[in-house]
């Protein structure tokens, strides 16, 4: 399994980026897809994710509001939409893969056993 994310780069506070990841190899059964994300010194967070497919979003609360995330249908595709980005967005980002789980509020990484390289998102004035 291979995950290719694209979409990240250097912008404003207050502007958007839009992240998009493409799973590729044996994915059948591997429906539950997100986003992490890391800072120098901070720990990992999951941004957003789909527990299962279909399914509904969950968001971690220092992005709700803001960042919107989307999957093409019977794809294993998936954005991420960010709006009004912050200095503290700054992170790698990581798109992630695994098996569907009961569906709740959050991300937990032990559900997501492939992790894609990442990519830079940097907000600075």
């Known amino acids: 399994v291979q995950l290719q994310a694209s979409g990240g780069g250097l912008v404003q506070p207050g502007e958007s980026l839009r992240l998009s990841c493409a799973a590729s190899g044996f994915t059948l059964g591997y429906t539950a897809i997100g986003w992490f994300r890391q800072a120098p010194g901070k720990e990992r967070e999951g941004v957003a994710c789909?527990?299962?497919?279909?399914?509904?979003?969950n968001y971690a609360d220092s992005v709700k509001g803001r960042f919107i995330i989307s999957r093409d249908n019977g794809k294993n595709t998936v954005h991420l939409q960010m709006n009004n980005l912050k200095p503290e967005d700054t992170a790698i980002y990581f798109c992630v893969l695994g098996k569907p789980y009961s569906p709740g509020n959050s991300c937990p990484a032990r559900q997501f056993m492939y992790w894609g390289r990442g990519t830079q998102v940097t907000v600075s004035s």
């Open positions: 789909f527990s299962r497919d279909p399914g509904i979003g």
